[in-house]
């Protein structure tokens, strides 16, 4: 999916009147918190309210990990999560910590590398 597009869209009906700032400014709490505690600066400004830039909080999912998924604090903990044998579902979210706004930035799998088989002969 290109979430881009999306995002694009949902900004131009905000601007047209068509939906409302209280429905695409209503990040949940655990989310502000992350971004505020864990998130990346992306360098880019709100669309919702041109104020402060927005942040990045990347959410991995998986077995093995908590239900609720987890909040990889460094691209090294991501990149290790990316490589575990099991397969994660990765999302980055964005978010503005000033008026709430939220937006799915992208999604993808990772993971699932197969290990080294036991007792496997190689020539």
């Known amino acids: 999916m290109e979430y881009g597009l999306v995002r694009h869209t949902l900004v131009a009906r905000l601007a047209a009147g068509i939906i409302g700032r209280d429905d ?3 990040a949940h709490p655990e989310l502000l918190r992350a971004a505020k505690n864990v ?3 992306s ?3 709100c669309p919702v309210c041109n104020g402060n830039d927005l942040v990045e909080v990347t959410y991995v999912f998986g077995s093995r990990l908590p239900a609720g998924g987890t909040c990889p604090l ?3 903990e991501l990149a290790r999560l990316e490589r575990r044998a099991d397969p ?9 910590t000033e008026c709430r706004f939220h937006h799915l ?8 590398r197969q290990g080294r088989r036991a007792g496997r002969v190689t020539s």
């Open 88 to 96: 994660v579902q990765c999302y980055a979210v964005e978010v503005c």
């Open 105 to 112: 930035a992208r999604r993808w799998n990772a993971g699932g």
């Open 74 to 76: 460094t691209r090294a």
């Open 43 to 45: 360098g880019e400004r």
């Open 39 to 41: 998130g990346r600066r």
């Open 24 to 26: 695409v400014c209503d």
